[in-house]
């Protein structure tokens, strides 16, 4: 691998109402995935938590820069020099009774360094699901964008999360990356229909890499989510995919493949509004 690539690790998990078993398992995860080489990892939407209730989110909301989960992702990230992308965790809102679901981004050192609040809350409903997250989430306002330096080399990557898949201005309103992370818990209904097509719609109409990282499995909850964790490359290529369960996918980006994508169609040029 050269200065122009790094390797880059989505970690799927089934998540259960108990933080610190979550914690553990992601841990594990982690630690596997850096041992494999990869200097970035991404954790799954709700990696901490999938309550029994909706509401459970609220009892487990912490203040940004304080609480055993924050303190747990930056030793994890710390332990394994690793960069974090740490799924999402529920912080304190402004509204009382709602708690945001936010993205944090660890450096190997342990040092937060980025952050994202979810923007698009997921509502759905049929006569056996219903879904409505914006009773216990307040929305987020600002596009997520995540600058590193590695090795010399700088990587840019859109910071979104699940539902947000579904409004490419958003997107469009990111600007041009290398990457985008997509943290998720999509339900296995959606999921099965939409999932794949949305990821690499985004991955070629933005000409970059996708890594979404997953929720993959039956959760005590009753709810199922429908997994598949992938990596897609800038031509809508699916390099890598874990179906379901837990453990982790790992690829690698490459700034070479970027440039021949962008060069050889260059769509991105092309654009009139």
């Not at 306002?141 to 080399?153: E, F, S, T, V, Y």
């Not at 993959?216 to 379901?244: A, C, K």
């Given at each position: 691998?050269?200065?122009?690539?790094?390797?880059?690790?989505?970690?799927?998990?089934?998540?259960?109402?108990?933080?610190?078993?979550?914690?553990?398992?992601?841990?594990?995860?982690?630690?596997?995935?850096?041992?494999?080489?990869?200097?970035?990892?991404?954790?799954?939407?709700?990696?901490?938590?999938?309550?029994?209730?909706?509401?459970?989110?609220?009892?487990?909301?912490?203040?940004?820069?304080?609480?055993?989960?924050?303190?747990?992702?930056?030793?994890?990230?710390?332990?394994?020099?690793?960069?974090?992308?740490?799924?999402?965790?529920?912080?304190?809102?402004?509204?009382?009774?709602?708690?945001?679901?936010?993205?944090?981004?660890?450096?190997?050192?342990?040092?937060?360094?980025?952050?994202?609040?979810?923007?698009?809350?997921?509502?759905?409903?049929?006569?056996?699901?219903?879904?409505?997250?914006?009773?216990?989430?307040?929305?987020?306002?600002?596009?997520?964008?995540?600058?590193?330096?590695?090795?010399?080399?700088?990587?840019?990557?859109?910071?979104?999360?699940?539902?947000?898949?579904?409004?490419?201005?958003?997107?469009?309103?990111?600007?041009?990356?290398?990457?985008?992370?997509?943290?998720?818990?999509?339900?296995?209904?959606?999921?099965?229909?939409?999932?794949?097509?949305?990821?690499?719609?985004?991955?070629?109409?933005?000409?970059?890499?996708?890594?979404?990282?997953?929720?993959?499995?039956?959760?005590?909850?009753?709810?199922?989510?429908?997994?598949?964790?992938?990596?897609?490359?800038?031509?809508?290529?699916?390099?890598?995919?874990?179906?379901?369960?837990?453990?982790?996918?790992?690829?690698?980006?490459?700034?070479?493949?970027?440039?021949?994508?962008?060069?050889?169609?260059?769509?991105?040029?092309?654009?009139k509004l």
């Amino acid at each position: 691998m050269n200065s122009s690539e790094i390797q880059i690790a989505a970690i799927q998990m089934v998540s259960t109402p108990v933080p610190e078993e979550n914690l553990e398992t992601a841990s594990r995860l982690i630690k596997a995935a850096a041992e494999a080489g990869a200097q970035i990892a991404v954790l799954p939407e709700y990696f901490c938590l999938m309550g029994l209730k909706d509401t459970d989110k609220l009892q487990t909301s912490e203040e940004l820069g304080k609480g055993p989960i924050q303190e747990a992702l930056r030793s994890i990230a710390k332990a394994n020099s690793i960069y974090l992308v740490a799924g999402t965790i529920p912080l304190q809102a402004s509204i009382d009774n709602k708690v945001l679901n936010t993205t944090l981004v660890f450096n190997p050192a342990g040092e937060q360094i980025g952050r994202y609040d979810k923007i698009h809350l997921f509502g759905f409903e049929t006569e056996t699901e219903r879904y409505a997250e914006a009773e216990t989430i307040e929305s987020g306002n600002q596009p997520g964008i995540l600058d590193l330096n590695i090795n010399g080399i700088n990587w840019r990557f859109g910071l979104s999360i699940c539902y947000d898949l579904r409004f490419p201005e958003l997107y469009r309103s990111i600007g041009p990356v290398d990457c985008h992370i997509i943290p998720a818990a999509f339900t296995y209904t959606t999921g099965k229909d939409h999932w794949e097509i949305l990821l690499r719609a985004r991955a070629i109409e933005n000409q970059c890499y996708v890594l979404a990282s997953a929720q993959g499995g039956q959760h005590q909850n009753s709810r199922r989510t429908w997994g598949n964790s992938m990596l897609i490359d800038p031509w809508g290529t699916v390099l890598t995919y874990l179906p379901e369960g837990e453990g982790f996918i790992s690829g690698i980006l490459s700034k070479n493949k970027l440039n021949e994508v962008r060069s050889k169609l260059p769509a991105l040029k092309h654009r009139k509004l």
